[in-house]
């Protein structure tokens, strides 16, 4: 598949930059096209400053010659421009395939405005097809696993499988900028998205769970000639 749909999603978020704005720069391969656009923007003269949303953002925000912030020196963001894994026509996300999903919240959260970039594949009718990732702390993980499932099951959930993510030859446990592992929630069907991320932010041990819920007003869906633009 080409990458022109998440390169024209990127390039239409652009749209909603201007100059002096504090940018949440998402993590994912359609926000690192906005960060490199971004970045010749800032070379033509645009300033603006960036929060990443995780140290591969960072890098990369500093490799284009966006300044940064960190976000312990600003109260708010003018807009965050993130990508997603699943958008329903409510703009409820599921995010965290790329393992950045708190920073990225934390970052949401701050924004006056989140501008979502996607291609058209990742709009459906329902969330859950995706795994849903969820953030847990290392210590007592199994338990916050058991938990996790049943909150599946209780919140009327299609599939009820969680799996501690792993990576590399060795199969060793993801382990997140923040120092925390990721569980990867196989729900398969959410039917109450909102019940859902309130029983996930029950649980002791789930640090953040990759359900944005009311955080996104704007989403951009790119394709192969261009991209439309969505507003609540």
């Keep these: 598949m080409s990458d022109d749909p998440k390169y024209n999603a990127a390039r239409a978020a652009l749209d909603f930059i201007a100059d002096g704005m504090i940018v949440g720069l998402g993590t994912g391969s359609t926000s690192a096209h906005f960060v490199r656009l971004l970045g010749e923007r ?15 953002t960072r890098n990369l925000a500093e490799q284009v010659g966006v300044p940064l912030l960190e976000i312990s020196q600003i109260t708010s963001i ?3 421009v993130d990508g997603a894994d699943e958008v329903d026509p409510a703009f409820r996300l599921i995010k965290g395939g790329g ?11 701050a924004s006056k405005r ?8 990742k709009w459906v009718e329902t969330l859950g ?8 702390t290392r210590f007592g993980f199994a338990l916050t ?5 049943a909150a599946l099951r209780e919140t009327g959930c299609v599939g009820d499988e969680v799996v501690l993510r792993v990576a590399g030859k060795a199969n060793e446990p993801v382990i997140t900028d923040g120092g925390n592992y990721i ?22 041990g789930v640090v953040e769970h990759g359900l944005f819920l ?3 007003q704007t989403v951009i869906l790119g394709n192969a000639s261009g991209a439309e633009v969505k507003s609540l």
């Design 114 to 121: 989140m501008v979502v970039i996607a291609d058209t594949s």
């Design 129 to 136: 097809a995706f795994p849903l990732p969820i953030e847990v």
């Design 183 to 204: 569980i990867d929630a196989h729900a398969k069907s959410i039917r109450d998205p909102d019940a859902l991320g309130a029983a996930l932010s029950r649980i002791a």
């Design 214 to 216: 009311g955080l996104a």
């Design 145 to 149: 696993a058991q938990r996790i499932h």
């Design 99 to 109: 393992g950045a999903l708190l920073r990225e919240k934390i970052v949401a959260a």
């Design 42 to 56: 800032v070379k033509q003269g645009l300033k603006v400053k960036g929060v990443p949303t995780s140290e591969a």
């Design 78 to 80: 003018d807009v965050d």
